[in-house]
């Protein structure tokens, strides 16, 4: 598959600039090193964004994430590899991810209550944002490199500013 254009965040002269600040304010969530990345990956398999998977896989394990929890992020909820709080994480990823399509209105509903109490008791509100922001921004390159029909391995040298 070729790629119908290149990708929009390297068209505009400002985009990466902005993205770069934009993931540095994230950063300032103190997250673990793993975490955003984890949730990212998560978030592109369920998109279904085969270019973005590969570049969350690759990144995880440039940074020394385990093979072993990298190949069960698609399988999270049956693998014992994830702490209560990763757990959460994820969770919040796929529901976030898929806002639309379990609101029966024209306004999505949010983040379950039994979930955000989930989140509540292991983040804290600058932890809590930094993940929501980070799941965001991921869903949002998901769907213009998908718009693009980047082939998998097309961003290969384009990194999470």
């Given at each position: 598959m070729q790629a119908l254009m290149k990708n929009p965040a390297l068209v505009l002269?400002?985009?990466?600039?902005?993205?770069?600040?934009?993931?540095?304010?994230?950063n300032q969530g103190a997250l673990s090193n793993h975490l955003p990345e984890i949730v990212a990956l998560r978030a592109s398999q369920v998109v279904g964004c085969?270019?973005?998977?590969?570049?969350?896989?690759?990144?995880?394990?440039?940074?020394?994430?385990?093979?072993?929890?990298?190949?069960a992020v698609a399988a999270w909820r049956e693998a014992p590899f994830f702490t209560d709080a990763e757990q959460a994480a994820l969770e919040l990823a796929e529901e976030v991810?898929?806002?639309?399509?379990?609101?029966?209105?024209?306004?999505?509903?949010?983040?379950?209550?039994?979930?955000?109490?989930?989140?509540?008791?292991h983040f804290n509100e600058?932890?809590?944002?930094?993940?929501?922001?980070?799941?965001?921004?991921?869903?949002?390159?998901?769907?213009h490199t998908i718009?693009?029909?980047?082939?998998?391995?097309?961003?290969?040298?384009?990194?999470?500013?």
């Open positions: 002269p400002d985009a990466l600039t902005s993205i770069g600040s934009f993931f540095k304010s994230v085969g270019d973005c998977v590969h570049t969350h896989v690759r990144s995880l394990r440039e940074a020394g994430e385990s093979d072993e929890r990298v190949a991810t898929r806002l639309a399509d379990r609101s029966p209105g024209p306004v999505p509903d949010g983040v379950p209550d039994a979930l955000w109490e989930q989140l509540a008791a600058q932890q809590l944002s930094a993940l929501i922001l980070s799941i965001g921004v991921t869903n949002m390159f998901d769907c718009a693009v029909r980047e082939p998998v391995g097309g961003s290969r040298g384009r990194r999470r500013p």
